[in-house]
């Protein structure tokens, strides 16, 4: 999804508090930053790594889950 239609679609401050739910803090000068880069704007990271293990591009060794994301 384009970061346009991400801020279209969300808003930062809703965004902070979904994912605080979860247990995922962020801290961010902009909340239209936070918007552009909401979670649902990506593909499915799961769906993308199953087609590139089954076309053979790749082989799936491990599972990772992020702790920090900095951008800037």
Do not use: F
């Amino acid at each position: 999804m384009s970061r346009h239609q991400a801020l279209k679609t969300w808003n930062g401050r809703t965004v902070v508090d979904d994912l605080a739910q979860r247990g995922i803090l962020i801290r961010s000068p902009s909340m239209r930053g936070v918007a552009e880069e909401a979670p649902d704007a990506y593909k499915d990271v799961s769906a993308v790594v199953d087609a590139a293990d089954a076309a053979g591009l790749a082989r799936k060794v491990a599972r990772l889950e992020p702790l920090v994301c900095i951008k800037g």
